[in-house]
């Protein structure tokens, strides 16, 4: 079992690579979907539980699949205050964590999803194959076992409204935090000012929304850490990857329709580059 994927994934975020990975809802078959999604060539896929709805027996066959296939699984969690230990020890690597406004919802998620020194998380090391990815549990010493994790472990809260934007910089400066990924609908819905009418790809084009948008990706360029997005498609990401932002969510798979983005994810790359 090939290790340190996730740290590797991160490794590429701090060299500034762009990244494409789709969200996975329900009605999916897990082996020809992880499967598709790796001949495509995304970077990463991310379960999403909080638009939808993923059984816990499906996740964990998509973390053996992410394993087997060498690709980093991301989770979004139904909000920040769900339990979140029963995912990460099962092994996913990452949570992209929604509705985190206030500074100490970011505290509590680093507490939660980190070993210490970072965070406060529990050991549960041991009881899936994947956290350690091959490694033996009996012989390994705990605290090469806690680093292991840790070092592969990713947390971004999302900048949902103004009040998260607000406190954007201080949340960055936490320890464990690796960026932050904008959920653009949401930010739009708490701003307001939608004028009957709208579609969703024109409140995104909105200058309300476009000026928020440079917000993130100044205060994230400061900070040294990743700005991400979703909402938009392969001509708008392109736009954004000019202003720094790098990671992208690209796709909803859901009843087994992971082909239909193949073109989708290509025409991204080509604009992007």
């Avoid at 949902?160 to 464990?176: F, Q």
């Avoid at 440079?214 to 700005?227: F, H, P, T, Y």
Wanted: net charge negative; hydrophobic share 40%.
């Amino acid at each position: 079992m090939k290790q340190d994927t996730g740290y590797e994934f991160k490794q590429r975020l701090i060299r500034g690579d762009r990244v494409f990975g789709p969200l996975i809802g329900p009605g999916n078959d897990p082996e020809p979907t992880v499967a598709a999604l790796k001949d495509m060539g995304f970077d990463f896929f991310m379960v999403d539980n909080e638009h939808s709805l993923v059984g816990k027996d499906a996740i964990y066959a998509y973390i053996r699949l992410a394993r087997q296939y060498e690709m980093p699984i991301l989770m979004r969690p139904e909000k920040c205050t769900a339990p979140l230990t029963p995912y990460l020890d099962s092994g996913i690597q990452g949570l992209m964590l929604p509705q985190v406004d206030e500074l100490e919802q970011a505290i509590h998620a680093v507490d939660e999803t980190y070993f210490p020194p970072v965070g406060n998380r529990g050991s549960g090391i041991g009881m899936s194959p994947y956290l350690l990815d091959g490694m033996d549990v009996a012989t390994t010493p705990l605290l090469t076992m806690l680093e292991y994790v840790n070092r592969n472990t990713m947390l971004f809260p999302q900048t949902e409204s103004l009040t998260a934007l607000k406190n954007l910089s201080r949340t960055l400066r936490i320890e464990g935090i690796d960026g932050t990924i904008v959920g653009t609908h949401d930010l739009a819905l708490n701003i307001g000012d939608i004028k009957p009418g709208m579609t969703r790809a024109e409140v995104n084009g909105r200058p309300f929304i476009e000026e928020r948008l440079l917000e993130v990706a100044d205060i994230c360029r400061k900070a040294g850490k990743m700005a991400g997005m979703g909402g938009f498609g392969p001509k708008g990401y392109a736009r954004w990857s000019r202003e720094g932002f790098q990671f992208f969510n690209l796709g909803y798979i859901r009843d087994n329709n992971a082909e239909k983005f193949r073109a989708t994810l290509q025409e991204a790359r080509d604009l992007v580059g």
